[in-house]
Nanobody, 121 residues
Framework: QVQLVESGGGLVQAGDSLRLSCAASGRTFSHWTMGWFRQAPGKEREFVGFISSVSSGSMTYYGDSMKGRSTISRDNAKATLYLEMNRLTPDDTAVYYC????????????WGQGTQVTVSS
């Protein structure tokens, strides 16, 4: 069973940076495509970006929401995914979720519980 636990959220000011982490259980973390999503109050879940498996070159792709202001990385030895966010604005306030495509199915099979990020103006 795959478990994902996000951490690193909190209250920050506009313009600040923040790094979120997602600790994963499972021995084959490096084989998984990992994604970040967010959901603001009253809005639909929004794609932030993903990083592919190591065998696929750990390629990253970003959605429009944080393109140019975020960096996704992974530490396979620690089975941990990261989301570095810069120049945060109040519009970035949301619950941030990590997700795993652990079966190479093209869909995210496992989700974390989310971590709250609040950006004050």
């Amino acid at each position: 069973q795959v478990q994902l636990v996000e951490s690193g959220g909190g209250l920050v000011q506009a313009g600040d940076s923040l790094r979120l982490s997602c600790a994963a259980s499972g021995r084959t973390f490096s084989h998984w495509t990992m994604g970040w999503f967010r959901q603001a109050p009253g809005k639909e879940r929004e794609f932030v970006g993903f990083i592919s498996s190591v065998s696929s070159g750990s390629m990253t792709y970003y959605g429009d929401s944080m393109k140019g202001r975020s960096t996704i990385s992974r530490d396979n030895a620690k089975a941990t995914l990261y989301l570095e966010m810069n120049r945060l604005t109040p519009d970035d306030t949301a619950v941030y979720y990590c997700a795993a495509d652990a079966r190479a199915s093209g869909t995210y099979d496992y989700w974390g519980q989310g971590t709250q990020v609040t950006v004050s103006s």
